[in-house]
């Protein structure tokens, strides 16, 4: 089941993050995003497996933050959860921004599957556990369809 992020999901939510993530946010960052952001969980059997933290702005969005726990990836969880919770957006998005990095390829095929593409590179951007630096890749997804909608 995906629906929105509560305050008693993020314990949950903050240790996948500390499993997927050489540089987590912390709890209270995942507290504001519950009351800040659209935040949403996948759950199953009872268990918050998955997390995607949207940014609703005037007629975009951000994807900000999204994790899989490890031992769920792999299983198409991801795309269900970044689906849905795209569809779950009240503003209708033209466009969809998020920043990933270079060496993240699961998560790369994943945006691709879902319709983002690449639009520009951030070098030098994430910092790495071994203190040097990895590239962003920005990428976009083009609502079309609701766009379309503006006209009909």
């Given at each position: 089941?995906?629906?929105?992020?509560?305050?008693?999901?993020?314990?949950?939510?903050?240790?996948?993050?500390?499993?997927?993530?050489?540089?987590?946010?912390?709890?209270?960052?995942?507290?504001?995003?519950?009351?800040?952001?659209?935040?949403t969980v996948l759950e199953q059997?009872?268990?918050v497996q998955a997390f995607c933290?949207?940014?609703?702005?005037?007629?975009?969005?951000?994807?900000?933050?999204?994790?899989?726990?490890?031992?769920?990836?792999?299983?198409?969880?991801?795309?269900?959860?970044?689906?849905?919770?795209?569809?779950?957006?009240?503003?209708?998005?033209?466009?969809?921004?998020?920043?990933v990095r270079e060496g993240n390829?699961?998560?790369?095929?994943?945006?691709?599957?879902?319709?983002?593409?690449?639009?520009?590179?951030?070098?030098?951007?994430?910092?790495?556990?071994?203190?040097?630096?990895?590239?962003?890749?920005?990428?976009?997804?083009?609502?079309?369809?609701?766009?379309?909608?503006?006209?009909?």
């Amino acid at each position: 089941m995906i629906r929105l992020m509560n305050a008693a999901d993020v314990a949950s939510v903050a240790e996948i993050e500390k499993l997927v993530q050489s540089h987590p946010w912390n709890k209270k960052q995942f507290e504001e995003a519950v009351e800040g952001y659209q935040s949403t969980v996948l759950e199953q059997n009872g268990v918050v497996q998955a997390f995607c933290i949207l940014q609703p702005v005037l007629d975009e969005a951000n994807l900000l933050l999204m994790a899989v726990h490890p031992s769920q990836q792999g299983k198409g969880l991801g795309y269900q959860l970044l689906d849905q919770s795209v569809a779950m957006l009240k503003n209708n998005p033209v466009q969809i921004f998020l920043e990933v990095r270079e060496g993240n390829t699961a998560a790369i095929k994943l945006y691709e599957k879902a319709d983002f593409h690449q639009i520009d590179l951030r070098k030098n951007y994430y910092p790495k556990a071994d203190g040097t630096r990895e590239h962003a890749i920005i990428m976009v997804k083009s609502c079309t369809d609701d766009f379309s909608k503006l006209f009909n």
